[in-house]
């Protein structure tokens, strides 16, 4: 009983941690949008191009919190594995600020954009991770493990961002549009964990 209190507790503060260092990246993304000193169409124009990668990582950063909260309702037993896979996970997501103001600042240039993939990849490899140190964690057996099956869409994810990154340094506008698309492709829920714990 006293193990299962503590497994609580410590999963508790795993998720409190993560939402905390979520909500202060997306914090720090939005001062990134200056107030124009101008008050007309043209000075909010200028913004533009912040504004823009400001939403679309907004949309990722969300879209990872959902995701992240789905995944830790499967955790029964946290351990240091899961606390680094976490802490890893948070760390490239924690650098996203960094590639959304650079690249809104230089009218997405495509050293900022390729920067911008990299990041993207790499916050998706470290969910992998944690997925996969949750699993083993957890066994085979598990609700995760169940729940995960099909991951066609980590995927194809995964194959996007490595494109965009190339592609960023011949045409920008192309990367731009497949960051949109994998974005619009997660927005559609994925419901794979939800009825799993459902079950």
Not at 134 to 151: E, P, T
């Amino acid at each position: 009983m006293q193990d299962a209190t503590l497994n609580h507790m410590g999963k508790n503060r795993l998720e409190a941690f993560s939402d905390g260092v979520i909500a202060i990246i997306i914090t720090i993304m939005v001062l990134e949008l200056k107030v124009p000193h101008h008050a007309d169409w043209a000075a909010l124009k200028e913004l533009l191009p912040v504004f823009s990668s400001y939403v679309l990582s907004f949309i990722f950063i969300a879209i990872y919190w959902n995701s992240h909260h789905h995944l830790l309702h499967t955790v029964e037993r946290v351990t240091g594995g899961i606390m680094w896979a976490n802490a890893h996970l948070l760390f490239w997501l924690s650098l996203i600020p960094f590639a959304t103001g650079w690249m809104g600042e230089n009218g997405y240039s495509t050293l900022p954009v390729a920067l911008y993939g990299v990041l993207l990849f790499m916050s998706g490899v470290a969910y992998s991770i944690l997925q996969t140190v949750i699993i083993q964690v957890h066994g085979k057996d598990s609700r995760l493990s169940k729940a995960v099956g099909n991951n066609v869409k980590e995927i194809v994810s995964t194959g996007f961002y490595l494109l965009a990154i190339v592609i960023a340094f011949f045409e920008t506008r192309v990367s731009e549009a497949i960051y949109v698309i994998v974005a619009l492709i997660w927005l559609i829920p994925d419901r794979r964990i939800e009825k799993s714990l459902e079950g």
